[in-house]
């Protein structure tokens, strides 16, 4: 565009109609001032910039439809939303992919927690991993390990409880069954009045000394039947001897114990222990046969043993010597005695032992822990 408002087009492109009509509403003054800005206007619908010519006597106008590029900004938008579909589409998909790999894990945690729940089997286990799952399923597991043991200890102990009543019953029901049967007799004149009493007299002392023992028993596994002070267990083992060669005096019994042996105990449950081993003795070999009490110390532990040179017991016998109600072959007591004796010692925190062998006698071993009495 000249000064003078002339308008002139270039050929060769496309129709120049639209934007001569505007150069011409236009005029000459704005687009000399919007060459002489260089830069970029709106120029109706078309994008158009506009420089001074060489002599300065008329602009140039190069204009660009908006058409083309709104067009090739169309197509951009939608290649850019269908391209973020697709990838949002394929994170979807990987991310599924990946919660479910991860989450794999704790759904097989969940199936056998309820296998367990549904099932009671506490010896299944959570697979274990390096990671954060696999190290929850390793402390699942060792959670479940204690429960399971801890269910089989409470089975065993139901178990015990259930085998200890039988056996009491038992044991209770025996001298019942003689009472009433010597009662029953003595009505029936079947007897003598002297010889039903002795008879139920008789019955009745050991049903009492059975019950006592149970009771004995009971607040042993309690464990509030101690009364621990120093005791000289030299000087018991030494008195026990005597006790019993009083009640056997035919039958040698010898200690071989020092002269002083100072430590904390139950007085009246170690000597509990002494008689029950000694009668043992007189219970189970023959009259005259010699029987020994040692005592050994050594830095953590007291050792009580009473030995005998009897015919001894066969190694099934040995194995079940402490269990209660065990009878030895022969035996009439009401075997409680060795019972009472693990109980004592295991109330001290020390534990006992039978070793045997026929023809070669019996030694029962008590330890207890040593403890030094305070001064």
Known sequence: MTPDGRVHAGSGGPDPAAALQRAARLGPDPLFAEARRAKPFRFGRMRAIARVGARGRNVVVIVDPLSDVRATLAGLLVTESITGVVLLGLIALLGRGLVRRGLAPVSRMAATAHGIASGGDLSARMEESPSEVGRLAGAINVMLG????????????????????????HELRTPLTTIRGYSDLYEQGAVSAEE??????????????????LLELARLDK????????????????????????????????????????????????RQVLANLLANVRAHTPPR????????WTDAAVVLEVADEGPGIAPEEAARAFDRFHHAQGSGGSGLGLAIVAAIAAAHGGHAALRSMPGAGVVVRVELPRVAPLS
């Open 289 to 296: 046969t010699p029987a020994t009490v040692r005592l050994v």
């Open 146 to 169: 204690r429960i399971e043991q801890a269910f089989l200890a409470r089975l065993r102990s139901e178990a015990k409880v259930r085998e200890f009543a039988a056996d009491a019953s």
């Open 223 to 270: 464990g509030s039947a101690l009364s621990p002070a120093p005791v000289d267990l030299a000087a018991l083992a030494r008195e026990a001897a005597a006790d019993a060669a009083a009640v056997e005096p035919d039958r040698p019994v010898r200690t071989e114990v020092p002269d002083t042996l100072v430590t904390v105990a139950d007085e009246a449950r170690i």
């Open 196 to 213: 039903a009493m002795r008879r139920i007299s008789g019955e009745a002392a050991r049903m009492g000394r059975l019950v006592e023992e």
